[in-house]
């Protein structure tokens, strides 16, 4: 009979079979504990683990928290020393990819980590009742407004140990994330237009003597009135097109648990031209829907005759061509010079390279109307003959 046998069976061997199970248990026990406290150090997270984690420990060491343990944040506060194992269990098959470089990247590319980490993950330490909050110079932020609509810490904050703004990623395929604390990301609630969830004017967030005018405004060719304003369109239509290609990467993902309360996007999803301007401040300098419909430029006429006033301020090259219909001059006789009128000048023209290349748009009578009967019998042709 083996001598274990003997252990689990005789009676007289018991005393002996408690003390080996009291020795089993302590070991067990002391292994547990070794391994938790070992897994919940920086260096099990950062040293072992190095590689899969090599980008983030670069960007907490630039962080305000880099004297915390990487589980202040990472596992449940107060924890119960059962859930903290159940915790290590939970993420024991990234021990996998971790060993044999599989793991994906970027890292949490959706923000699951924010949208998820629970309030008391930061209230453990900063308790915002009794702390007054320094903000920038020129901004004005309500904190408590928010903690009664439910928005969490990390809903703003979420690189607030993990910033990104001087660091080269070196592991492939990591990418940079949203920074939260900037102002189109304030903009995933709040908006100028009607129904929003949070006020978007101004004042809400900026002292009276705080410059509103970023800076890409005051680059020539931003607008000019009668002068060079593709610089604002170009911006406009860069914007449209980089939120248009946000929404389709936002469209990958799949649904993230949301801590919140509130519906909210992604940063990048916010066209930043709206988050200062109401879309109405566009269209009512603009005086017509754009870009202009299909066939427009071979069917004009009547439009620009109804508003002349609109067309003016985009065609127009002078306050002189904003005046009635003289604008259209601008496109129909490039010969003309913006300080006068058509009809002051057209005859230079004439003399210089003569009639013929009129003639490709006017017939000859159109001119004679004119010369011989005066405006109005010019005016009366025109209705009688569609400008030809
Ligand atoms: C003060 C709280 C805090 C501490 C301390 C902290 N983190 Fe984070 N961590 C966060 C938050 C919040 C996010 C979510 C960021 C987001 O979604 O934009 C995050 C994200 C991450 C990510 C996902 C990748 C990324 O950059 O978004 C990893 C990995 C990570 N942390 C590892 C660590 C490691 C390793 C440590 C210790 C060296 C650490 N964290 C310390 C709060 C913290
Ligand atoms: C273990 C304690 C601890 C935890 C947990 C913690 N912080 Fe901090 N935090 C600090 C300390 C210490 C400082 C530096 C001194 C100060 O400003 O209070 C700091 C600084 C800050 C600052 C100002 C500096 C900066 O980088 O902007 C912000 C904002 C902040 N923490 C937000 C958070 C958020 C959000 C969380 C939760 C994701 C969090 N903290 C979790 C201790 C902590
Ligand atoms: C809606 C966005 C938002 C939310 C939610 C939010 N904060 Fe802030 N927080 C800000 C802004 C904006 C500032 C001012 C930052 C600046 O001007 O530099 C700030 C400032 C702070 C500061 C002061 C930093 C300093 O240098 O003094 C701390 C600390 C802080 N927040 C912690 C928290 C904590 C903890 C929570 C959750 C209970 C929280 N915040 C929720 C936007 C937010
Ligand atoms: C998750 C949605 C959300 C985000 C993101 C958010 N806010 Fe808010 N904010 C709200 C809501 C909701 C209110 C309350 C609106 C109300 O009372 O009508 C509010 C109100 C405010 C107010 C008070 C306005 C007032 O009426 O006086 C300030 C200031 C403010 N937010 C600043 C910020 C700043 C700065 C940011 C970005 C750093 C930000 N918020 C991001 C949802 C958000
Ligand atoms: C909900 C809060 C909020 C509202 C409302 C808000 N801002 Fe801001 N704004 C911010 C925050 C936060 C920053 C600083 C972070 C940054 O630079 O993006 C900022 C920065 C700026 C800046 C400097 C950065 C830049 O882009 O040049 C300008 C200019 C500005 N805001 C203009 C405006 C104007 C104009 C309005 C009104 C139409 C407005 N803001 C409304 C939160 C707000
Ligand atoms: C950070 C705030 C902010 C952002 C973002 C912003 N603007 Fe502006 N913009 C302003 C302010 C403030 C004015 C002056 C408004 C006024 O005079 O009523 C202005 C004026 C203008 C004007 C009138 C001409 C001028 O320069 O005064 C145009 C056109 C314009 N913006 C277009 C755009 C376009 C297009 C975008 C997006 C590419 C954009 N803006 C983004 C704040 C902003
Ligand atoms: C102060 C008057 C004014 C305001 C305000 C204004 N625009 Fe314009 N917009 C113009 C003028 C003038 C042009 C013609 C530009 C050119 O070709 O030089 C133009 C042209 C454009 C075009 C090009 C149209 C095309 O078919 O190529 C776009 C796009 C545009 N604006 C977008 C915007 C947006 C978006 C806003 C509001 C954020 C805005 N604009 C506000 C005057 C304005
Ligand atoms: C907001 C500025 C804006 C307004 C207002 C505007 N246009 Fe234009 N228009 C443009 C721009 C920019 C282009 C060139 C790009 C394009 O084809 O969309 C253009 C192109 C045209 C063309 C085609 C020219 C060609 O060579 O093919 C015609 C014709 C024209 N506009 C006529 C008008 C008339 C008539 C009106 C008034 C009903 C008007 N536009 C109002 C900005 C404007
Ligand atoms: C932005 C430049 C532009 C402006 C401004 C413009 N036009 Fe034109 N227009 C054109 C061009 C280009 C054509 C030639 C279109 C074609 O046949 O392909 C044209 C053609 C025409 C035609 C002949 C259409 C046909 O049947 O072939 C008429 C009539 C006309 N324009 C009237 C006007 C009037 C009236 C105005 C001012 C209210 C005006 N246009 C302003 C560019 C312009
Ligand atoms: C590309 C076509 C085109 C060519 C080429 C052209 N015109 Fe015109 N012209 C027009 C259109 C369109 C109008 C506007 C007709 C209307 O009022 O409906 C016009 C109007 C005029 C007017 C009346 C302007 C006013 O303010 O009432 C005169 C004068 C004129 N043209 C002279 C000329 C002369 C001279 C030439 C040759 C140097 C010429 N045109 C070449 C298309 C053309
Ligand atoms: C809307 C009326 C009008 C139309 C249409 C018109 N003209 Fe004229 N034209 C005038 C007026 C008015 C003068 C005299 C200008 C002055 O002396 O200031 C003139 C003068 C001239 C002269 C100089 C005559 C001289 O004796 O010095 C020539 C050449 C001329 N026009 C050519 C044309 C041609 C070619 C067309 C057609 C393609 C045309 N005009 C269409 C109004 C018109």
Redesign the pocket.
């Known amino acids: 009979m083996s001598r274990l046998k003997r252990l689990l069976t005789e009676p007289a061997k018991r005393p002996q079979l408690i003390l080996w199970c009291g020795v089993v248990l302590t070991v067990l026990a002391a292994f547990v504990a070794v391994s938790t406290i070992g897994t919940s150090v920086n260096w099990f997270c950062t040293g072992p683990c190095h590689i899969v984690h090599d980008d983030n420990t670069m960007t907490f060491e630039k962080s305000s928290h880099v004297m915390l343990s990487c589980v202040a944040c990472h596992e449940p506060v107060n924890a119960s020393p059962l859930t903290f194992v159940l915790k290590k269990l939970e993420v024991l098959p990234d021990a996998f990819p971790t060993i044999f470089k599989t793991f994906e990247l970027p890292m949490n590319e959706n923000h699951s980590l924010a949208f998820e980490m629970p309030d008391e993950q930061c209230t453990q330490c900063h308790n915002l009742e009794n702390r007054t909050v320094t903000t ?1 110079p ?4 309500n904190h408590g407004v928010h903690a009664n609509e439910g928005v969490s810490c990390t809903s703003c904050h979420n690189r607030v140990a993990h910033p990104e703004e001087d660091v080269e990623y070196v592991l492939e395929g990591d990418r940079k994330h949203e920074d939260w ?7 995933r ?2 908006s ?1 237009e009607a129904g929003a969830l ?9 002292p009276a003597d ?7 405004h005051y680059e020539p060719g931003w607008y000019q009135e009668f002068g060079e304003s593709g610089g604002h369109a170009a911006a406009a239509s860069e914007e449209t097109s980089r939120v248009a290609s946000a929404a389709q990467w936002a469209a990958g993902f799949d649904e993230v648990k949301h801590r919140e309360t509130l519906d909210m996007g992604y940063e990048r999803s916010v066209n ?1 031209c709206f ?3 109401a879309k109405q401040f566009c269209t009512d300098c603009h005086g017509i829907e754009m870009p202009h419909p299909e066939g427009f430029a071979t069917d004009h006429g009547a439009a620009g005759t109804q508003n002349p006033q609109a067309c003016a301020r985009c065609h127009a090259r002078s306050a002189n061509e904003a005046e009635g219909k003289i604008f259209c001059n601008a496109c129909h006789h490039p010969q003309s010079t913006p300080d006068k009128t058509w009809i002051q000048t057209h005859f230079e023209v004439v003399k210089i390279d003569g009639a013929q290349p009129c003639f490709e748009c006017h017939n000859p009578r159109y001119c004679s109307a004119c010369h011989v009967g005066g405006p109005e019998a010019a005016a009366r042709y025109v209705q009688e003959n569609a400008g030809k």
């Open positions: 920038s020129g901004i004005i932020m604390m900037v102002m189109d990301a304030c903009f609630c709040h100028l949070a006020p978007g004017e101004c004042a809400k967030c900026h705080f410059d509103l005018v970023p800076a890409s930043t988050t200062c301007h």
